[in-house]
């Protein structure tokens, strides 16, 4: 009996001593995972941002390395993220307890309003003051950075985020290859058309696209919308404006063009199974004629292509006419409202907008935010035809938002209805309608 | 789906198994000990169960009459997003997916795994040991490493169409993940690979159990094949098809890991389903109680489907 | 009468099957040996056979790390629920505890009910005690979920062990715990390794939980997660996605081989004793 007692003992202990060490260990590598919070000296920053593409990643890496040598004592923990991935997470990481010091946002309800009305990020209105921010960019350009304090009202109030990039959408086009077809860059939006249909006709569909991750199809339908309706009027739809609406025969008929331009075989075959990174590959590689995008892409592509890459606006009715676009400053950067260092967090931001961060984006190839003045770019490039596009655009009428940010649910609603509209599963009419749903339902009173 | 949802076992005893077949109750105490000594074993494993996973379900149960958008406070919203669910097509269009998901999760493979059992259930299969752990393999892998491999495979440049392009099928080679007619059953046959080994391994277990006597009579009595399939095969596997049935349907109902990584509920719509739209719903598009109320309704089938298919399938008298 | 017919047909079927469950995974590995980088489209087979990429892809994807959380979660959660469930396996199955078949049967609520709808409430609570991005909002509610399959496993091993041996320790003056550690549990050796072996199966495939709860940075995704985000990254370097893909499989494909004669056969016992 004695020795029942002690062999219990022995197995209870046994059961104790196993159970304390998993503790421990779990309690280390807990603490391990967690960020190093020093106090005064050294900071750390925790920066989160979706520069998934090639050309973004590589200036935000440069960013930061120029950053923390002119910082000493700074160190910056960067971790990043593709853009589907990014809409899941990024409200969760900024409510949560280990929340980054500095995350990238996205404009409207969606994730910005959200954000604001949960109180996760800092105002930026006295940092904007402190850097002049103010003086760099006009009302309208910071206006999708802002929504009211409460959150509710979009594209006015207070400043929230400050954005490094700035995006026009428009057609890139492989040089060699629209020669071949013995045609130069168009000067209307027939001559586009007849490009394409000559590219199809020699067997080769002119777009290079992948649309499985569902958004590179609606950068076409945004174009094209562009191009039949008023940029005023789709203006004061994506920031949610009264008596607004997408459901018009001019949206319709942009909705209709693309439909044709998918039946007429003009995507890439099987474009909506095949990635929108797998697609940027191929063209960077020399494959495809025209891809409809933003200046995030051209850094892959300048890289592959280099000097056989160009870029132009899709051209309007009537030569000389106005040439309308899909454009805005790039994502939001914003300051968590939980960070231990805003300071250091505004200073990271501020370095993003200064004239020597512009020339990092722009050597990399891509569209900086800051207005640039002398821009040192081949005039050859790309770049400097997205470089002029901007100038052009970005302070006109004729410069629209992006569509999907009117409200929590236009990204899934927007882009799967693209993708059927382009997979002939949903008529111009139907898919119209149901993105003015997914609008008037949230948009009631 | 995680690889292995439940590898083996019903939801629910059924009376007359498990519980009643058992010596006297006094075996498990000494003279003296209290009988709420048991409940002290029980204390950690509840408290963690309680904590862990009834409070939580709980917990949805309650945020389902709420609308809340995870950040700010919630405000009552009573039965609307059940209603939401019954009415928004998005959503029944996802639970129609789960539900054709059953055919190539459930169905096929047991289908097969029947069509096995019949033809070996009287012989001994060499190897079978051999044959048991390749099968069951499929189970083994983790469900992310099975949806990328397989969206390579779909994929429009991919070996599958090669193979097919190369004899001389290239009309109905495509991007099988995007096209919208064909997605839902290219994803629902990733499940039936992943299934197809449990069902067989289980069933084959199970047809060997059956006595050779009953077969050797029925061949006396001039029984052709199918009709001692019917007759003896078929009744002798009925708790093994319950488990089986009860285990894939519930891991096509769930099915999360495959889709979300190999086609993100598209192209369109075309292959969403519940748990996608929860995920979606709770974390993305600032829905929570409509996350909640979706995964109730969901929890409600999937518990109906379970009772009903053991009750119809199981057989008690076993 | 067995007929040729029946056995030509029984053995195609499985060498058919067997040929199925296997090309997929053989035709990623020899992917995985093209060289990194390389744009591929569709498959073909490697010049040579090394194992550059996998080394690549190890370092360039943090596999190591990824592993490591996922070993520690797996640990921490088989050892965890496995002493929980002998607990609560032994009370329910060999003890005259009240309320047992009740108990019972709200521990199987866990088996049946989709993980989806504990999954919401969960992440938000733990987001508000601050364990989201931690091991613990990984390791408790697995430990949890486990429970449900673990308890029915030892209870039903419980159930069916011998009377007289129980009995005849009591007579001697045993207690309770001496009666399960000294006599049960020796017994149960191989259902508790068939047990430790499901649920480190169930927890390190885990992906749903880890998508939710620590997705924000690579300090504790484990390896399904990390090998999804590898592929966000780097989905157009197929050699690498296969490398990586290989990486995450290979350990429980290893524990699965070793053990997969006892495995299965303590599975199939188990499917048919519940």
Redesign the interface.
């Known amino acids: ?1 004695d020795h ?1 007692k002690r ?2 003992r022995r ?2 202990r046994w ?1 104790l001593v ?2 304390a060490a ?1 503790v421990a ?2 309690a280390a ?2 603490a ?3 960020s190093t919070k020093a106090s005064a000296d050294p900071v750390t920053l ?1 920066v ?1 941002d979706a520069n ?1 593409d090639p050309g973004p990643n590589a200036e935000q890496i440069e960013l930061i390395k120029r950053f923390e040598a002119a910082n000493p004592g700074v160190t910056i ?1 960067r ?4 853009f ?2 990014f809409l ?2 990024v409200k ?2 900024l ?4 929340a ?1 010091d500095v995350s990238d946002g996205n404009q409207g309800p969606q994730i910005d309003g959200a954000l604001v009305k949960g109180k996760l990020i800092t105002p930026l209105t006295d940092y904007a003051k402190k850097f002049g921010w103010n003086k760099l960019w006009t009302p309208t350009t910071l206006a999708p950075n802002t929504f009211s304090a409460d959150g509710t009202q979009f594209g006015t109030g207070t400043l929230w985020g400050v954005s490094s990039r700035a995006e026009i959408v428009g057609v890139y086009y492989n040089k060699t290859k629209l020669k071949a077809l013995g045609m130069g860059v168009p000067k209307t939006f027939a001559d586009f058309e007849k490009i394409l249909a000559a590219s199809k006709a020699k067997g080769q569909p002119p777009f290079m696209i992948g649309n499985l991750d569902k958004y590179p199809g609606g950068h076409y339908m945004m174009t094209l919308a562009d191009h039949y309706s008023s940029p005023a009027a789709l203006r004061n739809w994506v920031f949610g404006r009264k008596g607004a609406t997408f459901d018009t025969p001019a949206v319709r008929k942009a909705a209709a063009k693309l439909q044709q331009w998918a039946k007429a075989g003009y995507f890439e075959n099987s474009f909506n199974s095949v ?1 929108d ?2 697609a940027q ?2 063209f960077a ?1 020399g494959e495809g004629l025209f891809v409809i995008s933003g200046p995030w892409v051209n850094g892959g592509f300048a890289t592959g292509l280099k000097d056989n890459v160009g870029f132009f606006l899709l051209p309007p009715e009537v030569a000389g006419g106005p040439t309308k676009a899909t454009g805005s400053v790039s994502l939001p950067i914003h300051i968590s409202s939980k960070s231990k260092n805003p300071e250091m967090a505004a200073k990271f931001l501020n370095y993003l907008t200064t004239a020597e961060a512009a020339n990092i984006i722009l050597q990399k190839g891509d569209l900086p935010a800051r207005p640039l003045t002398n821009p040192k770019v081949d005039p050859k490039s790309s770049i400097a035809s997205i470089v002029a596009a901007w100038r052009k655009t970005s302070q006109s009428p004729n410069l629209v938002p992006y569509m999907d940010w009117p409200t929590p649910t236009m990204f899934d609603t927007l882009m799967g209805g693209v993708q059927s509209l382009m997979a002939g599963q949903k008529s111009p009419e139907d898919f119209t309608k149901s993105v003015q749903d997914d609008w008037a339902k949230y948009h009631k009173g | 789906m ?3 949802s ?8 059924v009376t007359g ?3 009643r ?11 003296g ?1 209290p ?5 002290l ?2 204390a ?3 408290i ?2 309680v ?7 709980g ?2 149960l309650w ?1 389902s009459f709420f609308n809340w958008d ?1 950040i700010t406070t919630s405000t009552w919203a009573g039965l609307d997003n059940y209603s939401t669910v019954f009415h928004d097509s998005q959503i029944r269009g996802a639970f129609y997916h789960s539900l054709v998901l059953i055919f190539f999760y459930s169905v096929l493979p047991v289908i ?1 795994g029947l ?2 059992a019949a ?2 259930s ?2 001994r ?1 060499r190897g079978l ?1 051999t ?8 189970q ?7 949806a ?3 969206q ?2 779909y ?1 429009d ?3 599958l ?2 193979m097919l392009r190369a004899v001389g099928l290239g009309s109905v080679a495509r991007g099988w993940l995007g096209d919208f007619d064909y997605a839902l059953p290219a994803v629902g046959l990733i499940g039936t ?1 992943i299934s ?2 449990l069902c ?3 069933l084959m ?2 047809v060997q ?1 059956i006595p050779i006597t009953l077969y050797e009579a029925a ?1 006396v009595d001039g029984c052709g094949a199918i009709r001692e399939f019917f007759a003896i095969t078929l009744p002798g596997l009925r ?2 098809l319950a ?1 089986v049935l009860t285990i894939t349907i ?1 891991a096509a ?2 099915s ?2 495959i889709i ?2 190999a086609s993100l509920g598209g192209p369109g719509d075309q292959t969403l389903v ?2 996608l739209v ?2 979606r719903d ?2 993305r598009n600032n829905a ?1 109680g409509l ?2 109320a979706i ?2 309704v ?2 409600v089938i ?2 109906a489907v ?1 009772f009903i298919v053991t009750r119809l399938v199981e057989d008690r008298a076993k | ?2 007929g040729r017919l ?2 030509a ?3 195609s ?2 060498v058919l ?2 040929v ?3 090309v ?2 053989a ?2 590995i020899l ?1 995985a040996m093209h060289p990194a980088g390389e ?1 591929q ?3 073909s087979f490697p010049s040579s056979i090394n194992f550059d990429t996998f080394r690549q892809a190890w370092n360039v994807g943090h596999f190591g790390d990824y592993l490591l959380s996922s070993l ?1 979660v797996a ?2 959660v088989v ?2 629920a496995t ?3 002998v ?2 396996g ?3 199955g ?5 309320f ?2 009740a ?23 733990f ?1 508000d005690l ?1 364990l ?5 909002a990984l ?3 697995q ?3 486990s ?3 673990g ?3 030892m ?2 091993f419980f ?1 069916s062990a011998p ?1 007289e041996l ?2 005849a320790a ?1 007579l ?7 009666v399960l ?2 006599v049960l549990v020796p017994l149960a050796k191989p259902a508790i390794t068939t047990m430790m072996v ?1 649920l480190f ?2 927890t ?5 939980l880890a ?2 709860m620590v ?6 995704r484990t ?3 990390g ?3 590898f ?3 780097y ?2 370097d ?1 050699p690498s ?2 490398a990586g ?2 990486i ?2 290979l350990p ?2 290893i524990v ?2 070793f053990l ?2 006892q495995f ?1 056969r303590g ?2 016992s ?5």
């Open positions: 009996m029942d062999s219990e197995g209870v059961l196993v159970a998993l260990l779990v590598t807990s391990q995972g967690k925790k989160f998934n923990k971790t990043s993220v593709p589907n991935n899941n997470t969760l990481n409510s949560s307890s280990d980054p990635k990174s797998d590959a191929r590689k | 995680t690889a292995v439940e590898p083996t076992q019903p939801p629910r005893p198994r498990g519980g077949v058992r010596r006297s109750a006094r075996a498990g105490r000494a003279p000990s009988r709420w000594v048991g409940l074993y029980l950690p494993g509840v963690a169960y904590l862990f996973v009834l409070a939580p379900l917990n949805n945020l995870g097969l069509l096995l033809t070996m009287h012989m299969v040991a044959f048991r752990a390749i099968l069951f393999l499929p083994v892998i983790s469900t992310v490493v099975v990328i491999t397989f390579w495979l994929a440049t991919g070996p169409n090669q690979w197809t080994g067989m391994v289980l277990a199970g159990r061949r708790n093994e488990v519930i109902l769930r999360f890991d979300y990584v519940p748990s929860i995920y709770a974390f929570v996350a909640s995964a109730i969901l929890t999937i518990l379970a | 009468m067995t029946d056995k047909m029984t053995y079927i499985l099957f067997s199925i469950a296997l997929p995974m035709l990623i992917e744009l489209s569709g498959f520690i640990v921490s050892a965890g002493v929980l469930s607990l609560s032994y009370a329910l060999a003890m005259d505890t009240p047992r078949d108990i019972f049967y709200i521990f199987l609520i866990g088996l049946v009910v989709p993980f989806e709808a504990m999954i919401v409430p969960l992440y938000y609570n987001r601050g989201t991005e931690t091991y613990w390791i408790l509610p430990l949890g979920l429970l449900s399959f308890t029915f496993w209870r039903a159930l009377t129980m009995e009591r001697d003056g045993a207690s309770s715990l001496t550690w000294r499901l199966l169930f390190w495939n885990d992906f749903l998508l939710v997705d924000s940075s690579d300090s504790h390896a399904p997660l090998l999804s985000n592929q966000g990254r989905s157009t197929i996605l296969a893909a290989v995450v499989a429980v494909v699965y081989l997969q004669r299965i599975m199939l188990g499917a048919l004793k519940g």
